[in-house]
C-alpha cells in the first residue's frame, strides 16, 4: 500500500500548495483595489443572499472535485485488484463473446435485457431445410443478453462482471449525421472483468467462445453483410450447404471454375515467388435467372468458404469505408457484388452519386485492385448487362476470367429434367447423382416387399429417362429459356410427369407473350428517350441562341452538359439480350422483330414436333400406368 500513502500525501501538499496561491493571490487582489471598491465588494458579500450563493457555488466546487477524486481513487483500486478483458464491435471477438454470454445463466442481479429472436436450423435427421413435417410448430429460440450498463454473472465458480456500453449519438445533429459521428466514435463494447490478477481464465473464456462459435458453423455457410454507415461485417445468416451437383450448368462450366479457384487457392507461394499480386476475380454474365448467384452460393458451400455480399448502393458508403470493407473481410471467404451494371448507373470516376452514397468508380476500382487491397481475396462479380460495364473495370487483374451464363442447352434441360423426377432413395438423392449409395439390406436379404419397389423404381425411372430426351426436343436452346424458367415450369408439373410433355407448347407459347411485351416496353422507352432527348437539345440550342444574339460569350459546353447516359439503358445501342442472341447467330444481325418472330416461329415449329411425337408420349403414358400399377 505504499504507493497509496505516496499518491495521498502527493494530493494534501498540492491541495496545500493551491489553498496558500489563493491566500496570496486573495492578498494581492485586495490590495490593488481601491477603498471604494473594497468598499463595494464587501457590500456585496455582506449580502445574505448572495453570500448564500457564493457558499453553494463553493460547496458544489467542493462536491465535483472530492467526487472526481472518489472516483478516480475507485478506478485505480479496481484495476489494482480486478482484471478485465475489452472487446469492441465489429471484431470476431465481440460477437464470440456476445454469444457465451448469453448461453451462460443469468443472475436474479440482472434486470436489464436485451432479447433476440433467433430461429435455429433444423436438425440433420429432418434434412435441414427440407424437412418435410408439416406437424411441427416452429417457434424461434429467445436469446436473453445483458442490457446496457453492468451485470454480473458466475462460471465456473467465478464471479465475472459483464459491461455493454454503447456510443450515444452526436447531440444537435440530425439522423443521418448522427450515425454517421457515431460510427466515427466508439463502438458498442462489451467488457469482461473478474477478481484476481491473472488473465489466464479471461483467456479461457475467449478461447471457449471462440471454439463454441466455430463449432455451431462448422459444415454450413456463413453469410456476411454490413449496415449503413458501418465499416465491418456482420453475420446476416448461417445456412446448410447446397448440394454443388443440385446446380446444373453448361457442360463443362462447372468443372472449369471448380478447377480455376482451386487452383488458385494453392497457390499462394506461386503468385509470391513471381511477383504477382494474389487475388483472382470473375466475372459472371448473361441473362438473369441463368443461376449465377445459386452457383456462386453452391461452390462457396462446397469449398467451406463464406459469402461477402458488398452493397454498392448501401446507405452512407463511400470509398474509404468500401476499401476498409473489403480488406476486412473475414478470411476464407468469397465477394459477391450482384448486379454491378445496376449499382454503378451515373458513376464514373471521380464523380460520386447524389444523396448519401458517395461511391465512386474510382473508388471501386483501387479497392479491388489498389495497393491496400488484399490479398487472397476472390472476388464474384454477376451482371445482366456486360456491355454497361466500364472496360476498366472488367480487365484481367480485376476480372480474371469472364464466364458466360447462357440460356439453358440440352445438357441443362436433361439434367434439370431428372433432377427433379428421378426416384430418390432413403437418403435424398436421386439415383444418377454424386454420393448416391444403394439402400441399405438387411442382414443381407431381400423381401418380396423390397423386390417389387427396386423394380418399380428401376421402370419409373427408365420411363423419366425417355421423357428427359423427349423434353429435350421440345424445348431447345433456340427456345432462349432460363434454368429459372425451367424450374419454375417442372416445379409446377412435378406431381404428374406423364402429361409434362403436352404442356411445352403452352409454356413456351407463354415465354414468347412475355418478352414480347417486354419488347414493346422498351421500344417505347426508347422511344421517349429519344423525344425527351431531342427536346433538350433543341431547348439547349434556343438558349445558346439567344446569348449569341445579345452579345455573350458561348461556352463549347453549355450545349451537351447533360447529354450524357452513363447507364445506357435507354439508348439505341443493342440490349444484352440481343447480345447473347448474336453470340448464338452465326450472322451476328440484329433485329429485335425478327428474332421474337423466329422465336414465335419456333414456337409453331415445336406445335408440329409434339404433334409428331404423340406416338413417344402415348408409349411414355403407357410406362407411367404400368409402373403405377407395379
Not at 494530493?11 to 477603498?35: H, I, K
Not at 453483410?225 to 446448410?240: K, L
Not at 460569350?553 to 445506357?568: C, M, Y
Not at 440481343?578 to 415449329?605: L, P, Q, T
Request: proline share 3%.
Amino acid at each position: 500500500m505504499d504507493w497509496l500513502v505516496v499518491k495521498t500525501g502527493a494530493l494534501l501538499n498540492s491541495s496545500a500548495a493551491v489553498l496558500d496561491q489563493v491566500l496570496v493571490q486573495g492578498s494581492q487582489f485586495e490590495a490593488t483595489l481601491s477603498p471604494a471598491a473594497m468598499k463595494v465588494f464587501r457590500g456585496v458579500l455582506g449580502n445574505d443572499v448572495l453570500s448564500a450563493g457564493f457558499f453553494l457555488m463553493l460547496v458544489g466546487s467542493f462536491y465535483t472535485f472530492f467526487k472526481d477524486l472518489i472516483v478516480r481513487y475507485y478506478y485505480e483500486f479496481v484495476s489494482w485488484f480486478y482484471v478485465s478483458v475489452e472487446v469492441q464491435e465489429g471484431d470476431d471477438c465481440y460477437k464470440w463473446l456476445s454469444e457465451w454470454v448469453a448461453e451462460r445463466p443469468l443472475t436474479k442481479s440482472v434486470r436489464h435485457l436485451t432479447v433476440k429472436a433467433i430461429w435455429d436450423d433444423a436438425d440433420d435427421d429432418n434434412q435441414g431445410y427440407y424437412s418435410n413435417d408439416n406437424h411441427k410448430e416452429e417457434r424461434p429460440r429467445l436469446v436473453f443478453l445483458p442490457g446496457m450498463g453492468s451485470h454480473v454473472l458466475y462460471h465456473k465458480g467465478y464471479k465475472i462482471n459483464v459491461s455493454r456500453e454503447r456510443p450515444e449519438h452526436a447531440s444537435g445533429a440530425n439522423s443521418e449525421q448522427s450515425q454517421l459521428l457515431a460510427s466515427i466514435q466508439k463502438k458498442q463494447s462489451l467488457t469482461i472483468s473478474t477478481w484476481g490478477r491473472d488473465m489466464r481464465f479471461l483467456k479461457t473464456i475467449l478461447m471457449d467462445a471462440m471454439d463454441e462459435s466455430y463449432k455451431k458453423k462448422d459444415g454450413k455457410t456463413t453469410i456476411y453483410t454490413s449496415q449503413p454507415y458501418d465499416t465491418y461485417w456482420s453475420s446476416s445468416s448461417t445456412r446448410a450447404p447446397r448440394a454443388f451437383h443440385s446446380v446444373i450448368l453448361a457442360k463443362g462450366l462447372k468443372e472449369e471454375l471448380l478447377h480455376d479457384i482451386s487452383t488458385f487457392r494453392n497457390s499462394s507461394q506461386w503468385y509470391h515467388d513471381r511477383g504477382v499480386p494474389y487475388r483472382r476475380g470473375y466475372l459472371l454474365h448473361g441473362p438473369p435467372g441463368t443461376g449465377k448467384t445459386s452457383f456462386i452460393v453452391a461452390l462457396a458451400g462446397h469449398l467451406r468458404m463464406s459469402v461477402c455480399i458488398v452493397n454498392l448502393g448501401i446507405s452512407g458508403l463511400n470509398d474509404q469505408q468500401l476499401d476498409q470493407l473489403l480488406n476486412n473481410a473475414p478470411r476464407n471467404s468469397i465477394l459477391l457484388m450482384e448486379d454491378v451494371d445496376a449499382a454503378l448507373i451515373k458513376r464514373k470516376a471521380g464523380k460520386a452519386q447524389s444523396g448519401s452514397n458517395n461511391v465512386t468508380l474510382s473508388g471501386i476500382l483501387n479497392a479491388l485492385d489498389g495497393i491496400t487491397a488484399q490479398e487472397g481475396s476472390v472476388v464474384f462479380m454477376t451482371t445482366n448487362h456486360i456491355r454497361k460495364l466500364a472496360p476498366a473495370l472488367i480487365r484481367p487483374g480485376r476480372c480474371d476470367r469472364k464466364m458466360l451464363f447462357d440460356y439453358a442447352d440440352e445438357h441443362q434441360i436433361h439434367g434439370m429434367f431428372l433432377k427433379f423426377f428421378l426416384s430418390r432413395s432413403a437418403s435424398g438423392h436421386a439415383h444418377n447423382e454424386p454420393g448416391h449409395k444403394p439402400d441399405a439390406i438387411t442382414n443381407g436379404v431381400v423381401s418380396d416387399t423390397d423386390a417389387k419397389e427396386k423394380i418399380r423404381k428401376e421402370t419409373y425411372d427408365a420411363m423419366i429417362n425417355r421423357l428427359a430426351d423427349d423434353i429435350c426436343k421440345l424445348i431447345t436452346h433456340k427456345d432462349t429459356v432460363t434454368t429459372a424458367q425451367l424450374q419454375g415450369f417442372f416445379m409446377l408439373h412435378r406431381d404428374k410427369p406423364e402429361t409434362i410433355l403436352d404442356e411445352v407448347p403452352g409454356f413456351l407459347e407463354e415465354l414468347a407473350r412475355e418478352r414480347e411485351n417486354m419488347a414493346t416496353k422498351k421500344l417505347q422507352r426508347r422511344e421517349r428517350s429519344v423525344k425527351k432527348k431531342a427536346k433538350a437539345e433543341e431547348k439547349a440550342k434556343k438558349a445558346k441562341q439567344a446569348k449569341i444574339d445579345a452579345g455573350e460569350t458561348v461556352d463549347s459546353d453549355d450545349s451537351d452538359s447533360d447529354d450524357d447516359d452513363e447507364d445506357g439503358s435507354d439508348t439505341d445501342s443493342p440490349s444484352d439480350s440481343d447480345y447473347y442472341e448474336e453470340v448464338k447467330d452465326a450472322g451476328g444481325a440484329i433485329n429485335i422483330g425478327s428474332s421474337h418472330a423466329s422465336r414465335r416461329s419456333s414456337v409453331d415449329k415445336t406445335k408440329d414436333s409434339s404433334n409428331g411425337q404423340s406416338a413417344s408420349i402415348n408409349g411414355s403414358k403407357s410406362e407411367v400406368d404400368a409402373a403405377s400399377s407395379a
